[in-house]
């Protein structure tokens, strides 16, 4: 009898791409979707292959913005996950497979944000649009005094703002205080400053705007009333 021995001529299979990651459907990633990427190894191997694997933010924060905890469930093809050492195991013969990683939808307006997947030395991109609104004011309450009571002559006047949503980014929006049956300088002081605002919200008096520091919701506006010896009729300003 003799032996005849094969030796291979081919490379030990390595990552030969990491795509750019897309929703289950194949489309863009919005808020609250899977973000999946695709794996290519260059070749196929007789028996099973480890790579490195890591999850890295870019933009977007694990926690926050995609679920950075991966399992056995998150890849396709029978490719397990080691978490100890950040490596993944592919099977004898696979050449491709796909790592899913949800995403997390919330209220919070966003600029678009990316994290990518690195395997093996490759890198994916995923890049989540964000589905939330630009916030706008949703509510401006009728004025209390500081204890939530009336506006007696000589109180402050603390009216609470609502934004529908927070934002991740500060937001700027139109303000200003108008007579009624009030007169500014008389009943009211129509002098508004920073110290006027409460959660870091800023005033710019050139062009009546204030701004709204980011995840900021909702802020108060506090005008002083001015009390007088003069007996008047209930006034208003808004």
């Not at 399992?71 to 796909?98: D, E, H, I, K, L």
Request: aromatic content about 6%; proline content about 3%; glycine content about 10%.
């Amino acid at each position: 009898t003799g032996t005849a021995t094969i030796v291979d001529n081919d490379a030990a299979p390595t990552v030969g791409s990491v795509s750019s990651a897309v929703d289950s459907s194949g489309g863009q990633v919005d808020e609250g979707d899977n973000a999946v990427f695709t794996v290519n190894l260059t070749n196929a191997s007789s028996t099973a292959t480890t790579f490195s694997l890591a999850l890295n933010a870019g933009t977007a924060t694990a926690g926050t913005d995609y679920n950075g905890t991966l399992t056995n469930q998150s890849f396709s093809n029978g490719v397990t996950y080691n978490a100890a050492n950040g490596t993944v195991t592919v099977p004898a013969g696979v050449t491709s497979f796909t790592v899913t990683v949800p995403t997390i939808n919330d209220t919070v307006y966003e600029q678009t944000e990316t994290f990518t997947l690195n395997v093996g030395g490759k890198v994916g991109t995923a890049t989540i649009i964000d589905n939330d609104p630009v916030p706008t004011v949703s509510t401006v309450s009728s004025a209390v005094d500081s204890s939530g009571g009336q506006v007696d002559e000589g109180d402050n006047a603390v009216f609470t703002v609502n934004l529908t949503n927070a934002s991740s980014t500060a937001t700027t929006f139109s303000l200003a205080l108008n007579a009624g049956t009030a007169t500014a300088g008389s009943d009211y002081n129509g002098t508004l400053t920073n110290q006027s605002f409460s959660n870091g919200v800023t005033y710019n008096a050139t062009n009546g705007t204030v701004t709204v520091p980011a995840g900021v919701t909702s802020f108060t506006v506090t005008v002083p009333t001015i009390n007088d010896t003069v007996y008047e009729q209930t006034e208003t300003f808004t």
